[in-house]
């Protein structure tokens, strides 16, 4: 997951451009839904067009992806859903944890992840990813402290909660290899991102430790419990991961056209509004394959 406004603070440092380019988009779309594009869904390869594509998705990462009683919802969401009908396949959504994703990518039970996973080189050893989206790391604590957060070796001497499987959880570990004896970072690893926000609202962990937007909507929605705490930082693109085979990477290409055209036609732009994450849209020049920066 990375599951990366919500973004509030965090993707403001990233420019105020891709606030202005998903702003135009906006203006465009009439519908967050999409529409068929046959020169896009030529590209889908065979062993896709029969048959029900299976999406995994992890969905306790509001507003990306979460469920609202039996039905998943979130920006995620609803991209997948404006790919599927662009590309002309059927898809469904399988709600599972984020750690299981990437391995059940590999052993076949799923064809695509969309669960707000930062692309990393580490991850691309596992899938294809087709960049979409950028957000960046954030901390949030409890509206009463007095924590401050400057960067990572601000967390030495503090315990916070992660989701695992998580950037945030690799980043959390490899800070903690370089703090002080006296100073310990301990790190709480959750299945989802609802037990790790229930550590910090309960007092076991002092920050929570997610995705910037993320971090910004579990802050609005807490009627006034957490507060954010300092800026966003890694700001990195988010992947829709496909398997790491020769139609997998077909997968991947036709996805790519898809997420072009949602954002020349304006659904792309309409989805994040919708969902208020617009400060992390890309411009068609970033919707690449495998894309990482680190």
Known sequence: MLRVTRLRQALVVTGITSLVFASSLVAGASTTAGTYNAADAKLVPASFTKGTIQVATDATYAPDESMSGT???????????????TLGVKINENNVTFDSILAGIGAGRYQIANSSFTDTKAREKQVYFVDYFQAGEAVYAKKSSSVKFTGLPSLCGLTVAVETGTTEQSDAVNTAKTCATSKKLSILAYPTQTSAD??????????????????????????????????AIEVAPYGIGTPKTAAGKGLAMAIKAAVKTLIANGTYGAILAKWGVSSGALPTSKIVLDGATS
């Open 71 to 85: 039905t998943m919802v979130g920006f995620d969401v609803d991209l997948m859903n404006a790919i599927g009908k």
């Open 198 to 231: 229930l550590a910090v609202s309960s007092g076991r962990a002092q920050l929570g430790f997610l995705d910037s937007q993320v971090a910004g909507y579990v802050v609005s929605q807490s009627k006034g419990a957490f507060k954010l705490v300092g800026n």
